[in-house]
């Protein structure tokens, strides 16, 4: 997971352009005034747009996030000082057991392999004081998003503040619960800087176990951010559990 895929300062610099906070940005936040959580760690938190609103007066935020490229665009953005930014994953968090709410957003979990999984899930729950919450969420296998990935159905141009650019997906492989996909973004040079990601598409249910045989209770799964229920149509799994 060291590996920084978003290396790119250009590409960097689009990441919130392309991902403004929406829904997923509201949960979290309400979540954590639901909780009063007054301790807050975001891991893989990226640009830090949801990990910048979450700070506030007397409360600690701490991001996390295994690209540098990442971490250093966050720290420079308004109100990056208030924020406490780490280099690495999981791992990189003390056992301290005192934050009230750790959260996962913009599908991150998704990129953790299996051997992954359980060591980042229990170091959350280290990090987190008894009864504290995780949150996260994940793309539905069963709504299979990722056969609309074709370079046909994904293909566009814009103007950015790096030029016009050409971008489109291509699938490489679907092998089991593993998708495999290049990027392409083609500058006005004709460059053609791709990137390649692998995601995990796991089941509630598979969640639900990794979470349970990593010290978590109390888990929760809704359909959408407004806690309907799960179906082959919901698009995205959103997860809520209690340390335990």
């Given at each position: 997971?060291?590996?920084?895929?978003?290396?790119?300062?250009?590409?960097?610099?689009?990441?919130?352009?392309?991902?403004?906070?929406?829904?997923?940005?509201?949960?979290?936040?309400?979540?954590?005034?639901?909780?009063?959580?007054?301790?807050?760690?975001?891991?893989?938190?990226?640009?830090?747009?949801?990990?910048?609103?979450?700070?506030?007066?007397?409360?600690?935020?701490?991001?996390?996030?295994?690209?540098?490229?990442?971490?250093?665009?966050?720290?420079?953005?308004?109100?990056?000082?208030?924020?406490?930014?780490?280099?690495?994953?999981?791992?990189?968090?003390?056992?301290?057991?005192?934050?009230?709410?750790?959260?996962?957003?913009?599908?991150?979990?998704?990129?953790?392999?299996?051997?992954?999984?359980?060591?980042?899930?229990?170091?959350?729950?280290?990090?987190?004081r008894q009864g504290g919450?995780?949150?996260?969420?994940?793309?539905?296998?069963?709504?299979?998003?990722?056969?609309?990935?074709?370079?046909?159905?994904?293909?566009?141009?814009?103007?950015?503040?790096?030029?016009?650019?050409?971008?489109?997906?291509?699938?490489?492989?679907?092998?089991?619960?593993?998708?495999?996909?290049?990027?392409?973004?083609?500058?006005?040079?004709?460059?053609?800087?791709?990137?390649?990601?692998?995601?995990?598409?796991?089941?509630?249910?598979?969640?639900?176990?990794?979470?349970?045989?990593?010290?978590?209770?109390?888990?929760?799964?809704?359909?959408?951010?407004?806690?309907?229920?799960?179906?082959?149509?919901?698009?995205?799994?959103?997860?809520?559990?209690?340390?335990?």
């Open positions: 997971m060291l590996d920084d895929p978003y290396r790119d300062v250009d590409l960097v610099q689009l990441y919130d352009l392309d991902n403004p906070g929406g829904e997923d940005h509201a949960y979290y936040r309400a979540l954590a005034d639901e909780l009063g959580a007054r301790s807050i760690i975001d891991l893989g938190c990226g640009t830090g747009m949801l990990t910048r609103s979450l700070a506030g007066p007397g409360r600690t935020v701490l991001g996390v996030d295994p690209s540098r490229t990442m971490l250093d665009f966050a720290r420079s953005q308004p109100r990056g000082d208030a924020v406490t930014w780490v280099f690495g994953d999981a791992t990189a968090l003390p056992p301290a057991r005192t934050a009230d709410l750790a959260v996962c957003t913009g599908n991150a979990i998704m990129h953790l392999a299996p051997d992954e999984l359980p060591t980042t899930l229990a170091a959350m729950a280290g990090a987190l919450t995780f949150a996260f969420e994940t793309r539905n296998p069963a709504y299979r998003e990722w056969e609309s990935w074709t370079p046909e159905a994904t293909y566009g141009e814009r103007v950015t503040p790096v030029g016009q650019l050409r971008e489109w997906l291509d699938v490489t492989e679907v092998a089991d619960d593993r998708v495999t996909f290049d990027a392409h973004n083609v500058f006005p040079d004709g460059e053609d800087r791709v990137y390649t990601s692998v995601l995990y598409f796991r089941s509630a249910e598979r969640f639900r176990r990794e979470l349970e045989s990593s010290g978590f209770t109390d888990v929760v799964c809704d359909g959408d951010w407004r806690g309907g229920p799960v179906g082959d149509g919901s698009r995205l799994l959103v997860f809520r559990a209690r340390r335990a």
